[in-house]
């Protein structure tokens, strides 16, 4: 099966360890796949306008996230890298789709929901409701079938696949069923409160750019659960357990790839209780945090060398928006002509 991938990120803030865990580590494993048609990356910087923002310093964010997919691993030979904003067909085509989607479908959206909440009822515009129905948009307008994610976004692909199936009723036969392609790391919990996520705000996450004594700061200080044992219980022990997870998911990066024999076995969460059993949270969070460090090591210092050669940069988007581009006004064209437009 020829795999067609498609996923994004709001360039608010800085990307942290859930953004990579969630999402981008499994953009860099699909780019790879030999079951991969084409995979399209996007800085979604219409969808970060939902929520406040600074004019002054949005372009040059929109251009740090796309500098954190090069750096961290996301190849241009393999991947198209876009900004949303930069191809207009997407935000045609969710007018499109706004004309054929119930406001009651995104009313009832936890993530609308949410960010509503979050801005104290002030931001209950119409771009915030109609956000998931441009996430459709961006999806679908590349025939995309494959859409890596974290868990927080799974009920807007199923959003995605209602206006699919309702547009292809209307209109006749166009899109195919969306599938979203979910990770182990799928939902990486705040550093300080386990009932949330992690997110880009203060001591809750870890950045990708964070320099290491912050990182060290950051775990020394994330909250644990009571009792001192290092075991896995995402129940009981929700604090200690999206730590091990992290250490999980990270030690396969870092450790080197030989001896092949003993890696796979070594990393399982059962084998990190063992390696802890009888030690302290202490002991557990120090070595968590020279983890991340390492990981994070190859990753900043790509990301310098590329700050250096922002040409390099444009000249990616530039190249990726033109192919994307096609793809995109071919779909629109095939749209507005089964819709009399
Ligand atoms: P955004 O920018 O909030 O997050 C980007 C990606 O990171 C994942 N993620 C997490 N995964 C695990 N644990 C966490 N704590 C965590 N925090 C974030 C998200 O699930 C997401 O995959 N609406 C999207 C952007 C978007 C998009 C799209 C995605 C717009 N159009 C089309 C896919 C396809 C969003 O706001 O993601």
């Given at each position: 099966?020829?795999d067609?991938?498609?996923?994004g990120?709001r ?5 942290h360890l ?6 981008i ?29 600074d004019p002054e310093?949005?372009r ?16 241009p ?19 499109i789709?706004?004309t054929?989607?119930?406001v009651s479908?995104?009313e009832?959206?936890?993530t609308y929901?949410?960010k ?17 129905v ?9 025939k ?5 994610i ?20 209307m ?14 790391g ?11 996520k992690?997110?880009k ?6 950045a ?16 644990t659960?009571s009792?001192?044992?290092?075991i ?10 999206n730590?091990?997870?992290i ?30 059993s ?13 983890i ?10 790509k ?8 040409t390099?940069?444009?000249?990616v988007?530039t ?14 064209t095939?749209?507005?002509q089964?819709?009399?437009?």
């Open positions: 099966m020829a067609r991938i498609f996923s990120i360039p608010s803030g800085k990307l859930g953004n990579y865990l969630g999402a580590k499994n953009w860099i494993e699909l780019q790879n796949s030999p079951d991969t048609e084409r995979a399209i990356f996007a800085v979604v910087d219409y969808h970060g306008i939902t929520t406040p923002f310093t949005y040059q964010q929109t251009l740090d996230t796309v500098l954190d997919f090069l750096a961290i691993g996301i190849d030979k393999k991947s198209l890298l876009i900004r949303q904003s930069h191809i207009p067909e997407h935000t045609e085509l969710a007018w789709f706004n054929i989607t119930p479908w995104l009832r959206l936890p929901k949410e509503l909440e979050e801005s104290g009822k002030k931001y209950n515009h119409v771009g915030l409701l109609d956000y998931p441009l996430m459709a948009a961006d999806i679908l307008i590349y995309s079938n494959l859409v890596p974290g868990d927080d976004q799974k009920a807007h692909i199923d959003i995605t696949n209602e206006i699919a199936k309702k547009f292809n009723h209109f006749g036969e166009t899109f195919e069923p969306v599938k979203a392609y979910k990770a182990e799928e939902r990486i919990k705040s550093l300080q409160d386990s009932a949330k992690m997110s705000s203060g001591d809750e996450g870890i990708l750019i964070d320099f290491p004594d912050v990182i060290r700061e950051k775990i020394k200080k994330a909250v659960d009792g001192h044992e290092v896995f219980d995402p129940d009981k022990k929700p604090a200690i357990s730590l091990i997870t250490y999980h998911l990270l030690i396969k990066e870092v450790q080197p790839r030989e001896p092949k024999e003993v890696e796979p076995l070594k990393f399982g969460i059962r084998e990190i209780e063992k390696k802890y009888g030690k302290t949270y202490i002991e557990f969070k120090n070595d968590l945090a020279e991340i460090v390492n990981f994070l090591k190859p990753f900043q210092e990301r310098k060398e590329l700050e250096q050669d922002m390099y940069v444009e000249d988007l190249e990726s928006e033109e192919k994307a581009k096609l793809i995109a006004s071919s779909t629109l095939e749209i507005k089964k819709m009399g437009l």
